[in-house]
Every structure is written in C-alpha cells, then in structure tokens.
C-alpha cells in the first residue's frame, strides 16, 4: 500500500477508510486537494454507535465467537427474571429479620446478620477450595449450578418468617451460603466462558460491556419488580410468582449455557467426539458436540462397540491413587501411551473397569487428549465382564508382558491375525488433522478437575551385593 503522503503528492483527491481492531470499516474521509476534510460514509449513525459502544465489545460480532450474541441474549433475560426475583426475596427477608414485627428487636438482627455474613464467608472458602479447579474444566455446568444454588438461596428467604426462631436461624444462614456458593460458582464460570468470547485480547474490554449489560438489564428488572413488589402482597400469589420467575430463569440461563460452543476438550466433549468417531469414522464440529453435552447430569463412563458399559475413566490425582491407593490387593496393568500412562484395574463384575490417567512431565494438551481417547479405545474393544485382556495388551502394547493372570482372555487364542489387521483410532493422523479442520483447539485442554500431576521415573540406584 502507498503511503498517504505519497497519494496526497499526486494532487488527486484521496479516500481515506478508517478501521476498528476487527477490520471493520468505521468511517470513511476524502481528503481534498485543498487540505479540505470530508466525510464520505458512516459505518452507523453516532447515537447507534454510541449504543453499540455502551453494550457490546468493539468491533463486534468480530471480535468475540459466533455464540457470544445467544449466550448473552439468554443471560440478560435471565438476569431479568432474578431481579424480579431478588426483590420478592428481599422483601420476606426484611420480615424474617424482624422489620414490622414489635416482639423482634435490633440486637436480634444485628445478631443475625452477622451469623449470616460469617456463614458466608466460610461457605466461599470451603468451596473455592474443594471446586476451584474443576470449575474451569465444567464452566457451563457451573455457570448453571450457580444460579441454581441461588434460586435455592431464594426460596429460603421467603419462607424464613413463617419458621420458628431456630428455623428462621437456620433457613437465613443457609441460603446466604447458597449465595455464596452462586458468587464463586458465577464469577470462575463467567470469567472462564468470557476468555472462550474473546478474540481480539479484548477479555478486560468484554467484562466491561458484560458489566453495563447487566447494569441496564437490572435497571429494567428494578422498575418492573418494584411495581410487582407494591401490588402482589399474599403470601401464596407471590409463592406461585416467584415458582414462574424461578424456572423461566433457570430455563433461559439453561438455554445459555447450552448455546456456547466451546471448542476446547473436556472429558464429555471429548467423550462425545471420540465415542462417535469410533462408531462411525465421523468428525463432530463444536456446535455438534455442544447439542449433545449434558449440562447438569454426566459420569465418565464408557460403553464398548455393542453399547455396554465396561470402563470408567479418570485422571488420577497420585500415582499411589492410580496404583491403588486404599485397595493395595488390586491388580493393575500399566500402559504407556504418548507421553502418558494407563492403570487399567483388575474388572469387577458389579462395576466398570476402572481406567486411571497420568501424564508425563513436560506434556501438552495433545498428550492428554491422546490418553482419554486411547483410553476410550481400550474400552470399546472391551468385552463385558472381561476387563482388559491379553488380546487388548497385544493390540495397544504388542506383547502380553503388562497383564498379570488376572485379565487373561480365553478367546484370545488364533486371533494373531486380527491383531495384526487392527489400526489403532486415536493415533491415527487423519483424526487430528480432521478435528483441527472442525475447529477444535488442540493446545488447550480441560481434563484434569484437580492439581495437575506429572510423573517422573528414574531407575533406583543398584544395591551393592
């Protein structure tokens, strides 16, 4: 491209085009040869940029994913609804505090909100520490739980002034640490889906927008509540209120979550993409896992080729978890894959064979996803009530040095030839080619809901004789 002092040199007019971060055409200029500055096109009118610019990040839609719009249309309706919803709640907690009611006192009050605040408190430390990490990896499950432990926190409130002084105790302190629970929940989920939105290192810039959305949404839901508030004062006729509000909450929070469209791997989404890779050849896209994730409800167990289940998988958090831990008597077949190990436990025939992960020291988000998928792949050639078998050590180990008598298989007999024939899924090329062609992200991953733990093995120095 020439330089703007160059095409101004040639004495001929020059148009000039402004554009935001996203490459989008905000304005266009022509400079005239006189010096004179005129305005050729406005992408928008300035009250209509002055609009965008409040509510949504610059140089949208091109600067957050393609389920940014859906996700934060379904969290502002919802947002409305829990306005509504907080101002009924807050009314009845007003009364279990004691306002209007002459036999309560100050100190009673006081007494309480400070049991209140302290239940809180704890509540937030005791979560973060036992959820903060698997927060991430489960964003859209939590950003839903969130909201639900907050509605649960709601219905508390507005029943509190109908308890005893024990039970109106009971039911205030805990429905604050309900509340607690949606803060933490809330904010790690948000701030996980709020990286996936961004595109152009505009995450801070994105906060902020969320921030005013929620602002003007609240504004709408105070106006609207209050006029609610000042005309439904029956008990029941605000119970069957706020069951509406509730759930036309939950349900539009529901139907956010499951518009996002992650494309980093989880344990289900990865789950879901392998599963029908092996059943079909075909490569899911993001969209298509995201219609089949389960928000609430999901365990990590797999079924083998003729749909039965047969193995469960985890990302170990120890190698003496992975080893055993507490049941030393297990028998466990070691499998060493890319970077990353199996423990595949001895079957028991009222559960799934247990199937354990460690990753290696200095491995990457490719090695991860390699393990749960050969994981997976052990188990769809599982045979039920079997567990992993000579045949299976054969296949994914070429020998049957790994397996203890435990696992031997009487059907493994003569099938040399079938062994030999088998191509192993989820090391074959044309699978990770595929899923970066489908979108997915294969330098980040989303297994571990735990501290991450990297082996390292050495021989132990030789005892002398």
Not at 258 to 284: H, P
Not at 329 to 353: C, E, Q, Y
Not at 403 to 415: E, H, T
Not at 436 to 452: C, H, I, V
């Amino acid at each position: 491209m020439e330089g703007i002092t160059k095409l101004l040199g040639r004495g001929r007019e020059v148009e000039v085009v402004e554009l935001d971060k996203s490459g989008n055409v905000a304005r266009r200029w022509l400079h005239r040869p006189d010096n004179r500055i005129l305005v050729k096109s406005r992408a928008r009118s300035v009250f209509s940029l002055s609009i965008r610019e409040c509510f949504l990040p610059v140089g949208f839609p091109h600067s957050v994913s393609e389920d940014y719009l859906a996700y934060q249309t379904y969290d502002s309706l919802q947002a409305f609804f829990s306005t509504i919803t907080s101002l009924l709640a807050s009314r009845a907690l007003l009364q279990g505090l004691g306002v209007g009611d002459a036999s309560s006192s100050a100190t009673f009050a006081l007494l309480l909100t400070i049991l209140k605040d302290a239940m809180s408190r704890i509540a937030t430390i005791l979560f973060a520490q036992q959820f903060g990490l698997r927060i991430e990896p489960d964003a859209k499950r939590y950003r839903f739980l969130a909201d639900l432990f907050n509605d649960t926190a709601f219905f508390l409130e507005l029943y509190s002034p109908y308890f005893g002084p024990y039970g109106k105790i009971l039911a205030l302190t805990t429905g604050e640490a309900l509340r607690a629970l949606c803060g933490v929940a809330a904010g790690a989920s948000k701030a996980a889906l709020s990286v996936h939105f961004a595109k152009h290192d505009n995450l801070a810039e994105l906060n902020a927008k969320e921030a005013s959305q929620e602002t003007a949404v609240g504004l709408v839901g105070l106006m609207f509540g209050t006029l609610v508030v000042n005309y439904i004062e029956d008990h029941r006729s605000v119970v069957y209120l706020m069951t509406v509000l509730v759930f036309a909450h939950l349900w539009m929070n529901y139907l956010g979550v499951s518009s996002v469209c992650m494309d980093n791997l989880n344990r289900q989404r990865a789950t879901i993409l392998f599963e029908e890779y092996l059943k079909s050849g075909k490569i899911l896209s993001p969209p298509e896992v995201a219609r089949r994730e389960s928000i609430i409800f999901w365990r990590p167990v797999v079924r083998n080729q003729h749909g039965e289940t047969v193995a469960r998988i985890e990302m170990a958090p120890s190698y003496w978890s992975a080893m055993g831990g507490q049941q030393p008597r297990v028998n466990i077949a070691m499998v060493d894959g890319l970077k990353n190990t199996l423990f595949i436990w001895s079957h028991a025939s009222h559960r799934p064979t247990p199937i354990k992960i460690m990753l290696w020291k200095d491995s990457g988000a490719i090695h991860a996803i390699s393990a749960w998928f050969m994981a997976m792949e052990i188990a769809w050639l599982m045979d039920k009530g079997k567990g992993y078998t000579e045949r299976l050590d054969r296949i994914f180990c070429g020998n049957a040095s790994h397996i203890s008598s435990w696992s031997s298989d009487g059907n493994g007999k003569g099938d040399g030839e079938a062994i030999d024939e088998y191509q192993k899924k989820y090391d074959d090329r044309g699978l990770w080619d595929a899923m970066l062609a489908k979108g997915w992200n294969l330098e980040s991953q989303a297994f571990e809901t735990g501290a991450p733990v990297r082996l390292a093995a050495q021989l132990g120095a030789k005892k002398d004789e």
